[in-house]
């Protein structure tokens, strides 16, 4: 069995008022850490929308200026067009950043649209977490992850793509030592990363119990996550060498 790995991808997709809107083109299952419409769900569509990078400070930040993010992201998606249980997220990273793989085998596939910064790095257990606010630098630092499949994923599978594709993510920020904005070690995120696992409706797809790195479609998400990570990464440097 062969694996494909190529950029482009067929999942729907455009960027309107500085915001990434991903078309399922029908009803899916979704799991998200997203502000807006995050758990267990079922959506149409996902939003990843760039807000303003809030400006270093000293001290408490203040409140950012759109309020609630899932009540902000709900009335920004009736202004495109959508549906208001269309899954939100947020983030500083311009969407010109955007990275997209897709990597198939047989009737198996799997895209990944992110969006990367890491200048809000941190490493799992750090302490205390607030100690970050004091060095952070204002500029864009995190990575969101969209992750859609043609699998029919169980409940315990969607959340080993989770797992899967956080040690990827981790494995990608650690090859290039990206250390912790607090200077302490290696980081293993950032702060504010989200990820989104999109599976079709149960009865459509081929069905998966399992979604660890031992499987197919563990190695699928490993390697659309590596790709779009890594690339990511290479799009941020070039980013703040432009606009330091």
Known sequence: MTMRLRSPVQTRFWIAQNTLVVDFGGR???LSSAPQGGGLTTATHILNHQVESAPAVHGPRPAPVWGSPSRYLRKLALALGLDTDTIGLMTAVPMKQLVTARASSGNLWVECFATVGVTNAVRAGEWPPQ???RHGSGKPGTINLILVTSA?????AMVGVVQVA???KTGVLRDHAVPSSIGTSDATGTGTDA?????PMHGHGPPHRYSGTHTVIGALIGRVVAHCVS???AKARKWHEMYP
Not at 152 to 156: G, M
Not at 195 to 199: G, N
Request: aromatic content about 0%; charged content about 25%.
């Open 166 to 168: 956080t040690e990827a």
């Open 152 to 156: 029919s994923l169980s409940h315990a």
């Open 195 to 199: 990820v989104v696992i999109a599976s």
């Open 231 to 233: 690339h990511g990464l």
């Open 131 to 133: 100690a970050r606010r």
């Open 28 to 30: 899916r299952r979704v």
